[in-house]
Structures are given as C-alpha cells and as structure tokens.
C-alpha cells in the first residue's frame, strides 16, 4: 500500500496504522516564520520533511510524525548567518468539527474543564496536515536563537567583547549612558 500524501481524505485512514509522508514547501513554510525575529528573520532553507502515520477510531484520528528542516537566521549576539537543523517527532489526536464554532458558553465551560480546548480539529472529509505540522515547526524555534543553537558554542564576537580587557586609566572618558554597562562587564570579569 503506498504512503498517503498530507492531504487525504478520512475514508483512505484505516483503523490500523498508515504511513504518510510529504513535503511542506519552504514558501510555505517561509509565510509563517518570516518576521518572527524582525530583520535577523527566519528562512526555510529547503522543503520540510515528513514521515509518519495516521489511524483512526471511529472519527477521531490520530497522527504521529516526524518533521525536519534546515533553517537560516541571523544570531542575535553578534549577527552571523547560521542555520539550524530541527528534527521533531509530534504526536496529535484531531477530532471532527470546527473548533468552537457554534458552542454554547456552557459547551466552552466544559471544555475548559476536560482540556477539549487542547485537541486539534479537522472540519469535512478532507484532512490537511500541513497547518498542523507548519504550527509544530514554529513552536520549536527559539526565540532569540544564538551561535549556541546552530553550533553548541558560544559566540566567537560574544565572547571577544566579555573577555576583552578592561579599558585603561588613559583611555577617553566613558559616555555616562555606558556607564553602568562598564560597571556590570566589571562584575563579570
């Protein structure tokens, strides 16, 4: 039996488990991501990856897969190009409907009570994983990414400026807004 796509009707889901596997195109990817860290922005440097398998008991589905990407983004320590390869294995159960289109108030309290609020929703007979999974991919990047992510050290002008001597008797006079800039650097060597 060949893989299903990450576009799929519900009737092509068994109740046994069922590969699919796909790319999500890196413009798609890019329409989520760009302007997350201004201009140091993310970037799709390639299609994302996806393997997996779906199943179903009655409607409810149930989804696991792994995604991965490679990333670019500017650190925000010292501005160097980088990019970072994420590899993530998710897991998702999505029930019938819309979610929270036409509930009650009562049907919402309810739902804040059981934690319905957390699951994922497919609405019609078509399941589409990419919103689902482009979601998965932004709650994984770090928000202010470093040279750390990328490389597991520090940065190379990070650590220039932190261990850089302390600036000399004759030096010119500090400008007093710097001031206690120099006094925490102080503390840190």
Not at 10 to 21: G, H, I, N, S, T
Not at 49 to 72: I, N, P
Not at 150 to 174: I, L, N, Q
Request: glycine content about 8%.
């Amino acid at each position: 039996m060949t893989p299903l796509g990450l576009q799929f009707k519900l009737d092509d889901v068994p109740e046994d488990p069922r590969a699919f596997q796909g790319e999500i195109a890196a413009d798609a990817l890019d329409e989520v991501i760009t302007g997350l860290l201004g201009d140091l922005g993310y970037t799709a440097r390639g299609p994302v990856q996806v393997t997996g398998s779906v199943y179903r008991s009655k409607r409810d589905l149930f989804v696991e897969a792994e995604v991965q990407v490679q990333v670019g983004y500017g650190c925000v320590r010292c501005l160097d190009p980088l990019s970072l390869t994420l590899k993530r294995r998710v897991r998702h159960l999505l029930v019938p409907g819309a979610r929270d289109d036409g509930k009650s108030a009562i049907e919402l309290a309810e739902d804040e009570v059981t934690g319905d609020d957390d699951l994922d929703h497919y609405d019609g007979e078509r399941i589409d994983l990419v919103p689902l999974l482009r979601e998965d991919i932004l709650l994984e990047l770090p928000m202010n990414p470093t040279c750390e992510e990328a490389t597991a050290g520090r940065c190379a002008r990070f650590e220039a400026v932190f261990e850089s001597p302390a600036p000399e008797e004759d030096a010119a006079p500090v400008d007093p807004r710097w001031a206690p800039l120099l006094e925490l650097k102080k503390k840190l060597n």
